[in-house]
């Protein structure tokens, strides 16, 4: 492919968009920059944890087996995916740490919190009827941030040990080494590691303006409107995939593309990876298999959204945290309340 030939996905679609004078295959880096930087308000949830995650010691055998058996160890549990919470009758919310639960259950190294080991453990089996168990997603917002990404951090990790209790390579039973983080064939000693799956999400901007939709995949009765997204795929830089999904979805050319966070999503093993990126036309051709609507916002459209009857998604998603921080760079008297 020349320099100049359009991206090869768009070939493919057989819809090659007329390039520009600015943007013709040359990559972003080579072009002047033209959009504003927005810098994120801040962090964004499941992420800032004081936790260290200590991995000089996950090979550590006697210091693992010491930690293991230490009471001053602390266990965060799960049941199914969903967290052990205290303090849920009280509206206040908290990861339940607690001493090393009795019997035999798959369990990960999480690092030291006050230099405290900190470990997870899937009680899916056991009977665990003095503990509360609930959706993440659902105290996020009111959860300490500590606690959010502890607990989102050993969702992932025992969501991954779940799945791969089998080797890939000769299909025989796979051993936990390395505090969890490596699993281990038992048989032909191929070891895998925990992965974690990219995503880019993007608001798509041109002027005053952001572009959200709707994924068949969001409840009809929330009604809400949010920024695409999909996932990377091989030999695809994070610019490139950008690009591709806008178009893909909404059938709209995008050329500048700036970064703006990321955040890890342990629903189930997702790393998500924000940026704002300037549309070329405002045209919309929405892929009707995946995207239910799409439609042009202006900031008094997302501040008026109550009366419109649509919503934005929820609080704790990196593409809450775009919309907001786009509206708050809007001209004065523009800003969501």
């Known amino acids: 492919m020349s320099a100049a030939d359009p991206p090869l996905d768009y070939r493919l679609s057989g819809q090659v968009p007329q390039a520009s004078p600015k943007v013709a295959g040359a990559p972003a880096a080579c072009q002047p920059a033209t959009m504003h930087r927005i ?33 001053a160890s602390q266990f965060v549990v799960f049941r199914q995916g969903r967290p052990g919470v205290s303090g849920l009758a009280q509206g206040t919310p908290r990861a339940h740490f607690m001493t090393r639960p009795a019997g035999n259950y798959p369990w990960v190294f999480l690092g030291l919190l006050d230099e405290a080991p900190v470990f997870a453990a899937d009680l899916s089996l056991a009977e665990t009827s003095e503990i509360d168990f609930t959706d993440l997603r659902s ?20 969501y991954w040990r779940a799945q791969n209790s089998f080797c890939a390579v000769c299909g025989a039973r796979n051993h936990p080494v390395r505090g969890g983080y490596v699993l281990r064939c ?12 990219p995503a880019v999400i993007m608001l798509v901007v041109k002027d005053h303006q952001v572009l959200l939709g709707q994924s068949h995949k969001f409840p009809v009765e929330r009604n809400f409107y949010s920024a695409l997204a999909g996932f990377v795929e091989p030999g695809e830089s994070l610019e490139d995939a950008v690009r591709r999904e806008v178009f893909e979805e909404v059938g709209i050319r995008v050329d500048e593309v700036a970064y703006h966070s ?10 998500m990876i924000g940026f704002y990126a300037q549309a070329l036309d405002e045209t919309i051709v929405l892929e009707a298999a995946e995207m239910r609507d799409a439609k042009w916002f202006t ?6 959204r109550k009366a419109a009857g649509f919503n934005l998604p929820p609080q704790d998603s990196i593409a809450r945290r775009l919309i ?6 809007q001209p004065p008297g523009n800003q969501e309340s």
């Not at 991995?55 to 230490?70: I, S, V």
């Not at 105290?139 to 025992?158: F, K, N, Q, V, Y």
């Open 299 to 304: 900031a008094e459209d997302i501040q008026n």
């Open 324 to 329: 907001e921080d786009w509206m708050a760079h």
């Open 39 to 71: 810098i994120p308000a801040r962090p964004n949830f499941y992420t800032g944890s004081s936790l260290n995650r200590a991995g000089h010691l996950r090979d550590d055998q006697a210091w693992m087996a010491d930690a293991w058996d230490n009471p």
């Open 262 to 271: 990321s955040q890890p999503w342990p629903f189930p093993a997702s790393l």
């Open 186 to 197: 038992e048989s032909c000693g191929a070891e895998h590691f925990p992965r974690s799956d």
């Open 139 to 158: 105290i996020t917002s009111i959860l300490p941030a500590d606690d959010a990404a502890i607990l989102a951090t050993g969702r992932a990790m025992l």
